[in-house]
């Protein structure tokens, strides 16, 4: 188990980024409010999450540890892997998620691309007593400010990776692009598009 990586941020790519620990590039897949927060060259030390397949080992990284602790305990509710943990963190913060599922918020669950009105309900059924209550910190998992000029691709190629197509991701981005004022925060965009994609 890797508890967590730190090291100097080597790359910053649009879905994860790669950290030197001791002449060892680690690479953690991120969301994109996780990933606004890490500058190239720049010192990081994210907690992680190491996912073991038979063909693989994936390291996801996060921007604190309960965001952390959210991703793994998504992850005992059925159907849910950690792609679709991944997902409901770059839509919703913990305490947004703890929120939906204490309230049986089939809708705000359903806003994550890959989870219907089905799963939605298992995950309600299955986490409501064990995500914990709300604890008032949401905000301050979001991640600092972006460049003004890459929040679009990042928030674009963030929307493609969940799923939405091409075209759908580039009108959500113009969506949103109006309340992009000074230093954009990618994190806060990137749920912002995503809710326009769910009204649409």
Do not use: Y
């Not at 996780?34 to 190491?50: D, E, H, V, Y």
């Not at 009108?171 to 309340?179: E, Q, R």
Request: one cysteine or more; hydrophobic letters at 45%.
């Amino acid at each position: 188990m890797i508890a967590f990586v730190s090291g100097t941020v080597a790359q910053v790519s649009l879905t994860g980024a790669v950290i030197e620990v001791g002449g060892v590039g680690l690479e953690l897949m991120c969301t994109p409010s996780t990933l606004a927060t890490l500058r190239a060259g720049q010192p990081a030390t994210l907690p992680s999450s190491l996912v073991v397949r038979e063909d693989s080992l994936t390291l996801f990284g996060f921007v604190d540890e309960d965001e952390k602790a959210t991703f793994e305990l998504v992850q005992t509710a059925s159907g849910v892997g950690p792609k679709l943990a991944q997902a409901m963190l770059a839509v919703l913060s913990p305490d947004d998620l703890r929120s939906a599922v204490a309230g049986d918020d089939v809708k705000t669950l359903t806003r994550v691309p890959g989870i219907g009105q089905k799963v939605a309900q298992r995950i309600i059924l299955e986490l409501k007593d064990r995500l914990g209550v709300v604890a008032g910190g949401g905000a301050s998992r979001v991640g600092a400010p972006a460049a003004a000029a890459p929040w679009r691709d990042q928030v674009h190629q963030g929307l493609v990776g969940l799923g939405w197509s091409t075209k759908e991701a580039e009108k959500a981005v113009d969506a949103v692009a109006p309340t992009a004022n000074g230093n954009p925060d990618v994190g806060v965009l990137m749920r912002a598009a995503l809710q326009t994609l769910s009204k649409a």
